[in-house]
Antibody, heavy 120, light 106 residues
Framework: QVQLVESGGGVVQPGRSLRLSCAAS????????MHWVRQAPGKGLEGVAV????????YYADSVKGRFTISRDNSKNTLYLQMNSLRAEDTAVYYC?????????????WGQGTMVTVSS | IQMAQSPSSLSASVGDRVTITCRTS??????LNWYQQKPGKAPKLLIY???TLQGGVPSRFSGSGSGTDFTLTISSLEPEDFATYFC?????????FGQGTKLEIK
């Protein structure tokens, strides 16, 4: 079955870096665009970044542009989010999600999420 | 693209019919998706392309609309439907979400 498992979250000081990973299984990872979506405590959902199926194209939310980098390794079936210059407002649960692009780009599979807390 | 979802919260009883609306700041054809989220869990896709039910989703859920105005309707609430619902436009990057509607038991 389709499975996405995030890892790498934790507590980090403002200005520091963190790298999240999302291990995919149960489907042909290299065929799907992939997203990172975050949710601050008690808040709504925010799309953070997307990468095309082959890694050649990326798009970022304005709130993270220049600080976060999304990438993927199709040989390892893994999605990454490198987060630099972290701020308190980056505190959130981070989800990876599969974009079933043929079905109006909807997100049909999500990981369980990994919590990132930015605090001194 | 800005999303305006309403109401932000809603109290209803089992068996009630409820409707949630989502309006976008520009036309998005039918690139509108609905998700359900329960506390501590990841969102779950309910409807894509404004009105197409994702596999395994009960038929009491339905969606409609195109252009800028969309609705999610639950025809007869079941206990497991009490959750938070989000709309999402997937027409233009960045794909944006509505603020959410928390559906609570009356």
């Amino acid at each position: 079955q389709v499975q996405l498992v995030e890892s790498g979250g934790g507590v980090v000081q403002p200005g520091r870096s963190l790298r999240l990973s999302c291990a995919a299984s149960g489907f042909t990872f290299s065929s799907f665009p992939m997203h990172w979506v975050r949710q601050a405590p008690g808040k709504g959902l925010e799309g953070v970044a997307v990468v095309s199926y082959d890694g050649s194209n990326q798009y970022y939310a304005d709130s993270v542009k220049g600080r976060f980098t999304i990438s993927r390794d199709n040989s390892k079936n893994t999605l990454y989010l490198q987060m630099n210059s972290l701020r308190a407002e980056d505190t959130a649960v981070y989800y990876c999600a599969r974009d079933q692009s043929g079905n109006w780009n909807s997100f049909d599979a999500w990981g369980q999420g990994t919590m990132v807390t930015v605090s001194s | 693209i800005q999303m305006a979802q309403s109401p932000s919260s809603l109290s209803a009883s089992v068996g009630d019919r409820v409707t949630i609306t989502c309006r976008t700041s520009q036309t998005i054809s039918n690139y509108l998706n609905w998700y359900q989220q329960k506390p501590g869990k990841a969102p779950k896709l309910l409807i894509y392309a404004a009105s197409t039910l994702q596999g395994g989703v009960p038929s009491r859920f339905s969606g409609s609309g195109s252009g800028t105005d969309f609705t999610l309707t639950i025809s007869s609430l079941e206990p497991e439907d009490f959750a938070t619902y989000f709309c999402q436009q997937s027409y233009n990057h960045p794909y944006t979400f509505g603020q959410g509607t928390k559906l609570e038991i009356k």
